[in-house]
């Protein structure tokens, strides 16, 4: 009688990192294991997400695009579109402007690290249906920011 050979499949979580404006700013490999443990956190095991790094110029254009402001912003959430019967857990594009975000944590008293993982983190809660449009989402959706940044040890962001 042969052996029996167990396999335990881990659920895999990736995170892809795309930096074409070569933001050096970013430690792109703690950038990607924090992100990939708070996924695991939230319970997206076998998950998709992509983080895609830009300048004004491209998160302007798509923010006059899909949210009809012609400025730029920090972060924008694309969701998925893929059909239910691709059987793919792809959450979707979170797209962070890194010179947003260098200038809010200078004027917020905070490290860019810290405000690049918030800006990260908010961006993935809109891809799983959180919002802020009005004032009860936005206390659900801030407390859970809150509650998954003390667990990395990241200060409460709105204090």
Do not use: W
Not at 53 to 78: C, G, H, M, W
Not at 112 to 128: K, R, V
């Amino acid at each position: 009688m042969g052996k029996m050979s167990y396999f335990i499949l881990k659920k895999t979580i990736m995170v892809v990192i795309q930096n074409p404006i070569n933001d050096v700013l970013i430690n792109e490999q703690n950038f990607k294991e924090t992100l990939q443990q708070v996924m695991a956190d939230l319970g997206k095991g076998e998950s998709e997400l992509l983080i895609r790094i830009v300048d004004k110029a491209e998160i302007q254009d798509l923010n006059k695009t899909y949210r009809d402001k012609d400025q730029p912003t920090n972060v924008l959430s694309f969701p998925s579109d893929l059909p239910i019967e691709i059987d793919e857990a792809i959450l979707g594009d979170v797209v962070i402007c890194t010179d947003v975000v260098a200038d809010e944590a200078r004027a917020q008293n905070k490290t860019f690290d810290h405000h690049l993982i918030h800006m990260a983190i908010h961006g993935t809660l809109h891809l799983l249906g959180y919002d802020h449009i009005d004032e009860k989402e936005a206390l659900i959706m801030e407390g859970l920011e809150i509650k998954i940044l003390e667990k990395i040890e990241i200060a409460n962001p709105y204090e």
